[in-house]
Each structure stands twice: as C-alpha cells, then as structure tokens.
C-alpha cells in the first residue's frame, strides 16, 4: 500500500487547526450562554472577564508541576510555559531576552483570538482585557506558589491595532 | 527505671543467631523494646467513615502485631478534628472525642494480646488531608501543586492553638485507650510538615520564619502531648530529613538537621526517619530504587541527633536490616509494605522460614487503592485486609482430590499450595523446564523488575512443603487427562502472544515475539517497533532500549501503560522518555514493509516509521487453554481456569485467581 506523506500532513494540519477553532469557538459559546443565563441588566463585560480569570486560573494549575527553581533562567522557563500555551491554541509566539535573566519578552506575532472575538460580537476592549486578566491570573499563582515577585504587563496588543502583543515578564527584586 | 511490658527470649530461635541485632531489645525513653522491628503506621480504609474502629481493623492490626514478635506494632495515625480537617483517608481513624476511646483500647488490646509493644500515631494531613472537607488546611494559602489534593486554607492564629490542643487531647485519648508509645507523624506533605518547610509556610506570625520559627507549631505539639502523656510513655516524632523539594524551594537538608534536633530539645525520644513528601518528583519508594539507597539519610542524621533513629524506606530485608543496626546507620528496622505483604514477615525469619516469606514487589497499589477512597488490598497478598474472614483461609478440603494444574506461573502455583495445604494431591505441568511462567519473561526487563520472581521462590518452597509433585518440561495434554482422570483440571497456561491484528506483513521473518526478543534467539535490529503499549511491551521496550535499539512503542491502549498502577505508571512513562522510546498510543500497525512500519491512528491517518524488526507484545486468550477445557469437559473433569488463561492481566489476577481457586477446590 502506498504512502503518501504529503496527504497525511496535511489532514493532520487541517485537523489540527480545526481544533483550534473548536476550542475558541466554545469559549465565547459559554460566554454567550453566560450573559443571555444573567438577563438583562446583566454587566456582559465582568461575565466575560470571570470567565478569563477561571482560564488563567486552571493555566496556572497545569504549570505548577512544571515549575523548578532550582534551574537557572526561571523566568524564561515560565515563559515558555506560556509560549507552549499559546502554540497549542493557534499563536505564534516566541520569547525574547530583556536586561537580564530576571526579564523576558514574550511576543505574539500572530494570535487568532481576537478574530474569534470578533465573529462573536465580542468588543476589542473585551478581548484584550481578558487576555491580560488570564495572564495576571495565571501569573499571581505560580508567583504565590514560587514565593517569588513574579509580574507580567503588557506593552503592545494586537486587539489595540499595534500589529503585535509584546508582555514583558519579570522577577521584581 | 526502665520498664519492659512483655518478655520475649530469642535465645532458641534460628533468627535471633543469624540477625542478632535486630532481634536484640531497644530502648526507648523509659520503655524497653525486646526487639527492634517495627511496624510502621499505614492507613487501610478498613473503619468506619466516622472514624470508629471496625473488627476488620482490628484483625488487620492483630496480624502484624503477631509479625513484629515482640516488636513495635503501630496503629493507623488518627485524625483529631471533628470538622474533619486533617483527615487524608475515609477509613482513617478518629480520635477527636472520649467517645472513640473504647475503639483504640480494642487495637490496643489486640497488639498486647500478641505480646507486642502498642504504638499510637496522632496524623493531621495538613495540605493533604481535606476528604471529607471543602478545602484542607496548612499554614500558608499556596495553590496545590497536584490537581489530587483540595485548595488550602491558611489556619488562623487561633485555629494554629487549636490544633495544638487537639494534638494533646488526643494523645491523652490514646493513653486511655491503653497504648504504650506515643507517635507524632510530620512526614509527606502532613501538617507538621507544612509548618516546618520553606516551601509551604509563608506565615509572619511566631509559627512562620526562619527555621527555628518554623519549628514552633512542631515544638509545641511535642511538648503538650509530652505533659499529657507523662516522662514514661517514650515519644516518637516521623520527619522528614530531606523533603526532595528543592525544586519549588522546600527545607535544605542542614534545615531539616536543625529540625531533628529542634525537636529532641523538645523532648522526643526517637525519630523515625523519612525522605520526600507526596509533591516531590524525586522517587522513594517504588520498586526502581535500589534496596538500601537511603541508608545514608539516617545515617547523616545520626551525626546531628542522638536519640535512637529508625526507617523504613526500601529496606525490605532483614540482613540489610541488621548490618545497618551494627554500622550504626539506624537503631531500629521499620516497616510498611512488607508487611502488607505478609503480616508474618519478621516473626518468619526470627523462626528461620524465610523462604516462608510473601515478598512485597513495592508496586504501591495499596497506596494508590487508599488514594482511590478504596480499602486497603494487596498486589500479592490475596488474604490482606480479609483477615477478618475466616473463609479467606485454608481449611481442610472435605473430599481429597487429584488436581491437576496446567501452567506453572503465578497462578498455578499459587493454586497449588492452597489446594495442596488443604489435602488434595496435586501435580502441576508445564513445558518449561523452569517454574515461573510469564514472571520469568517479565523479570527480565530493567528497572529491578527481577523482584517480581520472588513471588515464584515463595511458591515453590510453599509447593515443595506440602509435597506437590511438579512435571516440568511435560505438557498436560488431552491424552493425559484421558489416561490419569484427575479429579480436577485447573488451567492456568497463561496468555498467547498475538502475531499481529491481520494486518499485511506480520509473517515477514523480521516479525518476532517478545520471548524471542528478550532471550535473543532471533535477532534484532537497531530500529524496533514493538506492538503493544501494556505491561509486557512496555517491559520489552525498555529492555531492547537499553540494549541501544532506538524503539518505537505501538499500541491500542489511549495511554500507555493503561493496566498499570496509577501510582507507578508515571515511572514507567518517565523511564520510555529517559531511554528515547516514542509511544503511539490509540494506534495500530496497518502494514509492515521492508525498513519501515505503517502505524494508523485512531482516526485513520497513517504514519511511516523505519525499523528492522517488528516485536509483537500484545496479548490474547490462550488456544491451548480452550483446547485443554474442551478436553476436560469431554472426560467430566471438574475445571477451573484462572489468571492470564481467563484474560491476559498481571500478577496480582494470577496470585489471587489461584488462591481462591485453591480454597474453592
């Protein structure tokens, strides 16, 4: 039987993408769901941020295992946690050396949630906004959980129109 | 003066010459100990889940007490709060009112009944003991670092004094209830612990700092339970003397030295020595570690304490035992595991019937049960915590019986000294010439799988006691049963290697077996696929692996190693990482070709990978089990087919197919 490796990449790819989509897709069909269960009256944006918190919070869950301080460049091994992360959903993202050991950037060329926010009716503030919370969220426990003074802020944002997401990342002394 | 409760004289028994250390007495505080094993605390599910204690309990606590031979035999820690925090395990025992007083005096009265020496353990599970609880308790809020366990709760101030008091009070409970020795657990991840390490307590009251300050919950629980146990009940403490958590920050040895004599200035008289908590991801106790690798700990500890030391981590042997008590490397043997596995391990070899002993195979299901809410069971021990069930034993069979047994692995065997101790006559037939079955195959690969044949030594030395006449390298065949008419057929031939799920290629003469893949006789390539991601393909990937072979595992099971222990499958998934075998699991071979192997996945997509030589592992129902069944049944033999013959699983369904088939014959 013959085999072709072309084929089977690409309906790997396909299905792969497809995924992604999916899982994207049912975050904002929550999220819907959500708002329409609150009625009216109902503050869309704060159901909306719950909802990225309790993401960032079950992030954070999936990287304390994975967390060792006793190697070196720990703050570049937690950004690669989230590099990993965001892969997984359809980013492109790769991390980027700051001062010194104790900062990183981490750089979004290309992420496909806000596009899906905006086949949704959801507002770009939203979006971002949730983004950044998810982080912080995320961030907050593995700080808790290493005893260090972990932050994380944003200086560029796609859903800002700024072409990009740059978070820089760093151990506060 | 220092008081003995039961004299025991070792003078005439064969162990106490050949282990004379650790049948020599101990003592410890005011108490002497006539020798110097112990059973350590270990939880078994079997009370009540409002912590009354059960007659399952007690008939599980009277056998080891029987084990130990005058040793010291230690109760399950008990929790000591009524809201339940601290609580780890359903069946764990209470000890938070009077009222369960009544309960603890019945286990204190079964380990004197049997002339042991009763030990009490007072067990808060902190961070990890919150089953029956929204949340868990600990001195700091820090999110769990295993999805296992429950959110923590930072204990206020006054809930710190309180537990405290509730250490005491329950230790006073404990002295009521009639217990000679008093125990304190800190270990894994417990309360104490939590208070004591760098990693979990961030407090910045008088219970938070640096070590010392950290000791202090630790300290004042020693000294209350101390004043209320008096200075004649000797006081033990279980910590850690390396938390293996340098990874997220935890104590550094030197701390945990400052520990250990933190809390003999408190006022203990002996520490039971241990390695790792429950969140480490170093391991400690399963069966890859080496026999005796953490003999270095106690022995480190020595230098900064000196107050008697004890452990019990992979130490299963009582040579090892008694030369670490000579060099001076600890003052008592403890134990845990081997004595699930067969209550009666120390007094067998203080009697000189070692080859009487059930081994443990540290295969941790008995953890990974009391994780599970399950009660307590044993891999290899078929009667644990049955010992309240008299028909969990032999009894004497009212018709003898000619048995005949085909197979002789672990089932077979096991089979065979039942029904042998119970009268019948027994003959059993294999083709090898070597008893064992699938364990000899299985004990080849790496990692001390080896350990598991001692399953095999306990059989043989059971079956040549009771006179079971073995035919070895003879097949038991239609024609015999025909000639003999055995009253009984039992078959237990184990399972087939499979060649292959019809797909095209499996009859190339680089497809070969398992068996021909471990013992070499046909050979192997550099690039192996080995089809079966179960116990016996993982075993024989790791193997080739380590031969140099660049190995790709192949299999139907969602994940690997899916007929493994929970508990220990994540080795063995860090082992196939370590030696470079990919896994694809959910798949299947859709074809072989020359230099490369088709695999397909579940959904259908297919993927090339190279290799040389095709090992198939997979297992299925035994051909010449369902042929000899068919020829029983013709002839009206009473039959009975048990282990991997019935459905390829591992050596606990064999050890306990035989047994209960041996009691049933």
Redo the contacts between chains.
Sequence with gaps: MSFDAEKEIAKLWAKCQAVQDENRRTFYQCREAAIQMAGDGADENAIALKAWEIKGKDVAKSYLPRIRMDKPKFVENIAKLFVNSWRNQGAVVTVEPGADENEVFIVWERCPWPTTAKQYGAPMAEDLAGCDLALQTTIADVALFSNRNLKIETTKAIPRGEGKCVRRLWLEQ | MARQIFEWDYTNYPGAKKYPHVFSPIQLGNLIIPNRVKYAATEDNLNSHDGYITDEDVAYMRERARGVAGGLCTMQGVYMDERRFGQGYVGQAAAWDDKFIPGLKRIADAIHEERAVANYQLMHCGRVGGVETPFCEGPS???????LFKPVHEMSHEEVEISIQQHVDAARRGVEAGFDVMEISGIVGYLISNFLSSYTN?RTDEYGGDVYARCKFMTDIIKGVRGAIGPDIPLIIRICAWEQL????GNTQDESMIVYQEAVKAGVDSISVTVGWQES?VPVISRDIDFGTWLWVPENAKKHVDVPLSMAYRLFHADMADKAIADGKIDYWENCRPQIADPDMPLKYLEGREEDIRWCVACNVCLARLFRDAPMTCYINPTCAHENDPSYYPQPASTKKTVFIAGGGPAGLECAWVAADRGHEVHVYDDREKLGGTIIDAGLAPYNDDELYRIIDFHKAQCDKRGVEFHMGETLTAEILEEELPDTVVIATGADYLRGNGA?GFDRDNVISLTEALYETKPVGDRVVVWGNRKPGIGCALALAKKGKKVTLVGPERTVGKDINPSFRWRYNMFLRQNGVTSYNDCDI??IEDGRV?IMTY?G????VEADTVVYAERGPSAFAAELKAAAAEESIETYVIGDAVVPRGLSGAVHDGYKIGLRI
């Design positions: 809020f820090l999110p769990q670092r295993l999805r961030r340098d990874d997220v920050g991801i095209p859709a074809e088709i959904d997509h297919r993927v090339p």
